[in-house]
């Protein structure tokens, strides 16, 4: 039998994944567990439902309660668009006994729940990657982007982080223009030589998510007046608004005052960054309304996992 005063809401992406055991009465979270990315596109089913379970095995251990089927659960994960990812996932979720009742969709519809005033308007992901989603009052959704890095991930830190390295090598072979970025990232490998940016990439040692690590250092040098940082960091940006607005578009939403919720590490950290891109929305033809900065989306699926309970 489920706990009937227990729901669990998990949160997985590119990056890392986490999972809250709350109180179904109060939303008060009793436990929390983190765990490795569960995107079952980027890194596989085996490996994402091995960091689905060690999150929610955590978040038991951190409320020192025992595990158990809960009253509701709720499930944010990137790259379950598709009906067969979210077959894997229900798959699991039955295997475990996760929950009585559950609901699995996209992370970027967390954001609604945590970051907007009423549950609706336009969520923006910008982190290791990207993907923009709008949703109505009634629930009418549609997205943009959430392309993957090889197809898209505009505005993202990946791409912010993978032009630098693009724009390095360019200068290194004298045929772009000079840039800070090359000496900052030959400082960041720890080498003179260039040609070294092959292997680390190549073999495997700078992965997507370090190159991702890199936007910071992108973002210092636009601030301190590089000219190929500030075109990237600003070309990113504008295509970040770009998606956000297709977003708003596809969903027929008013563009006129739209609630917008933000998360992911670029997104969050980078004030600049995140007025550029609302810069660039209005350029669009979209005007934001309140914006919400979402540092913890998880937040959203408990609210989610205790609607459940109420329908």
């Not at 489920?2 to 809250?20: F, N």
């Not at 595990?67 to 790259?79: D, E, I, K, M, T």
């Not at 910071?216 to 000219?227: C, I, Y």
């Given at each position: 039998?489920?706990?009937?005063?227990?729901?669990?809401?998990?949160?997985?992406?590119?990056?890392?994944?986490?999972?809250?055991?709350?109180?179904?009465?109060?939303?008060a979270?009793?436990?929390?567990?983190?765990?490795?990315?569960?995107?079952?596109?980027?890194?596989?089913?085996?490996?994402?439902?091995?960091?689905?379970?060690?999150?929610?095995?955590?978040?038991?251990?951190?409320?020192?309660?025992?595990?158990?089927?809960?009253?509701?659960?709720?499930?944010?994960?990137?790259?379950?668009?598709?009906?067969?990812?979210?077959?894997?996932?229900?798959g699991?979720?039955?295997?475990?006994?996760?929950?009585?009742?559950?609901?699995?969709?996209?992370?970027?519809?967390?954001?609604?729940?945590?970051?907007?005033?009423?549950?609706?308007?336009?969520?923006?992901?910008?982190?290791?990657?990207?993907?923009?989603?709008?949703?109505?009052?009634?629930?009418?959704?549609?997205?943009?982007?959430?392309?993957?890095y090889?197809?898209?991930?505009?505005?993202?830190?990946?791409?912010?982080?993978?032009?630098?390295?693009?724009?390095?090598?360019?200068?290194?072979?004298?045929?772009?223009?000079?840039?800070?970025?090359?000496?900052?990232?030959?400082?960041?490998?720890?080498?003179?030589?260039?040609?070294?940016?092959?292997?680390?990439?190549?073999?495997?040692?700078?992965?997507?998510?370090?190159?991702?690590?890199l936007?910071?250092?992108?973002?210092?040098?636009?601030?301190?007046?590089?000219?190929?940082?500030?075109?990237i960091?600003?070309?990113?940006?504008?295509?970040?608004?770009?998606t956000?607005?297709?977003?708003?578009?596809?969903?027929?939403?008013?563009?006129?005052?739209?609630?917008?919720?933000?998360?992911?590490?670029?997104?969050?950290?980078?004030?600049?960054?995140?007025?550029?891109?609302?810069?660039?929305?209005?350029?669009?033809?979209?005007?934001?309304?309140?914006?919400?900065?979402?540092?913890?989306?998880?937040?959203?699926?408990?609210?989610?996992?205790?609607?459940?309970?109420?329908?």
């Open positions: 039998m489920a706990e009937p005063q227990l729901i669990i809401g998990i949160d997985g992406g590119a990056s890392h994944t986490a999972a809250v055991l709350a109180d179904a009465r109060t939303g979270a009793l436990g929390r567990g983190e765990a490795g990315p569960s995107n079952i596109q980027a890194v596989g089913v085996t490996a994402a439902l091995r960091e689905l379970n060690t999150a929610v095995a955590g978040a038991f251990r951190s409320a020192k309660v025992a595990r158990a089927p809960v009253a509701a659960a709720a499930l944010g994960l990137a790259g379950v668009d598709k009906a067969e990812g979210l077959d894997v996932i229900r699991w979720a039955d295997l475990v006994q996760l929950a009585d009742k559950i609901t699995i969709a996209n992370d970027a519809t967390l954001l609604f729940a945590a970051g907007t005033p009423d549950g609706w308007g336009l969520a923006v992901i910008a982190g290791t990657g990207s993907i923009a989603l709008a949703q109505d009052a009634h629930g009418k959704d549609a997205r943009a982007g959430g392309w993957g090889l197809l898209g991930d505009e505005g993202s830190a990946f791409r912010v982080g993978l032009l630098a390295l693009r724009a390095a090598c360019r200068a290194a072979d004298g045929v772009g223009e000079p840039t800070a970025l090359l000496p900052a990232l030959l400082q960041k490998l720890g080498t003179p030589d260039a040609r070294e940016f092959i292997p680390a990439v190549y073999r495997g040692t700078w992965d997507k998510a370090f190159i991702a690590g936007a910071p250092l992108v973002l210092s040098a636009a601030a301190s007046g590089d000219a190929t940082a500030t075109a960091v600003e070309q990113e940006a504008r295509e970040l608004a770009r956000a607005a297709g977003a708003v578009a596809n969903c027929g939403l008013s563009r006129d005052g739209v609630p917008v919720a933000l998360a992911g590490g670029l997104a969050l950290e980078s004030a600049p960054y995140r007025e550029r891109f609302l810069h660039e929305l209005r350029a669009c033809g979209v005007t934001p309304g309140p914006v919400g900065l979402v540092d913890d989306p998880v937040v959203g699926a408990v609210v989610l996992a205790r609607r459940l309970l109420t329908k």
